[in-house]
């Protein structure tokens, strides 16, 4: 995707997303009918100013530039859609995750009730539904009480993408609005729509709504259905706990993909939990997917691969670690212990979501939709320091955020475990010099960037 670029003073840039108006310039546009929906009648200011933008650093030094903005999300005094013309479709891609029928019932429900839209299907089982399956009519009443209900009522599925026969099926169906549900990997895929959408002329807005329980998305504050994962995560550990009867249990262990660790030596892991264990005589870990993924595939002279999403397969770190722990163990008979594992993903993402999250959901499609009408197209939708934003389908896409282990954030986590952080020395001052050297590569990329813009104006289980 090109990038769409607009320079101020002080070092501010716009990162702009895409407009229907870039390549069919001479379209028409009409009021917006939110201006004579009663609902509205007592609001102040019912439209977004259109020089509106939100910042996406809120920390600065007083000699700071102004930095990287994006389009304020909200409804616009001029639509590029009348009511009648529009013929909506929804799709959910990728895994489940709590809160997609809430998205899907808002988005049908602001459509007819804020826009006067009333041709709105959804693409069951992801992106091969467009080929291969038939469209199925929503309407408010149709989904009505789904946001009760975990999973999402159109089904999904990873992968599935072709990028040609997607958009014939828009093309032919005569749909103009597309909403894609789903994580970085459907995102990408959405952009590729979009560029396709765009090479082929046709007026169709093609927006993204960014999902995962991972809560990786880059530039966004907050992904829908992490809130819900997050408490039920923890639910579903007190369970864990009741069953064992044991009335206070804190977390003694965590391990993710950031923070390498090893088992055998002085120091490492299994050390760690047998002293944890003889000093009080139980220990929860809590294990995230993706973690010890090079000491699983050194044991198991496994290759990388991809799954159908295109991302890599990471292998089951929770049984593995099960066995290693297991294990060691027997070689020490006069220390017998008892480990439960559980694996709560699909208790996770199957559940409905919380009330936070339908919140949120309600927020997301409400914005999406408003782009939508206004024109906007190629653009995820999200919030950004707080407040939603139109963001470029690129930058979401280009890299997933992680966890920084020589932030403030981790060694919270440390001091609250009381674990040891596994690594020597050396190795946290590589990661320092590491993230020193990303940190000015993005100095000198914003600053690059700026001047002839100017010129030119994821829990995997419970141990």
Known sequence: MKKKLVGGDAGYVLEDVPHLTDYMPQLPTYPNPLQDNPAYSVVKQYFVNPDDTVTQKIVVHKTSARGTHFRRAG?????????????????????????????????????????????????????????SKNTVPLTPKSVN??????????GTSRGGHDTAKIVDCLQDRGINQVYIIGGDGTQKGASVIYEEVRRRGLKCSVVGIPKTIDNDIAVIDKSFGFDTAV?????RSMLLMLRLRVQRM???????PESPFYLERKGGLLEFIEKRLKDNGHMVIVVAEGAGQDLIAKSMNFMDTQDASGNKLLLDVGLWLSQKIKDHFKKKPSFPITLKYIDPTYMIRAVKSNASDN???????????????????????????????????????EKQNKVVITDRMWARVLCSTNQPCFLSHEDVENMKHDDDEHHLHNTQLLEGESSPVKDASK????L
Do not use: W
């Open 250 to 256: 804190a977390l003694d262990c965590c391990l993710i």
């Open 231 to 235: 408490e039920e995560a923890q639910r």
């Open 145 to 154: 009480d789904i946001h009760k209900r975990g999973g999402t009522i159109l």
């Open 459 to 462: 829990c995997n289980g419970a």
């Open 359 to 397: 919140v949120y959901c309600t927020l997301l499609a409400h914005s999406a939709l408003h782009g939508a009408m206004a024109g906007y197209t190629g653009f995820t939708v999200a919030p950004v320091n707080g407040r939603h934003a139109y963001i470029p389908f690129y930058r979401i896409t």
């Open 75 to 131: 409804p616009r005094q001029r639509v590029y859609f009348q009511s009648d013309e529009v013929n909506a479709a929804i799709v959910t891609c990728g895994g489940l995750c709590p809160g997609l029928n809430t998205v899907i019932r808002e988005l049908v429900c602001g459509l007819y009730d804020m826009y006067g839209v009333t041709s709105v299907v959804g693409i069951e089982g992801g992106y091969k539904g467009f080929y």
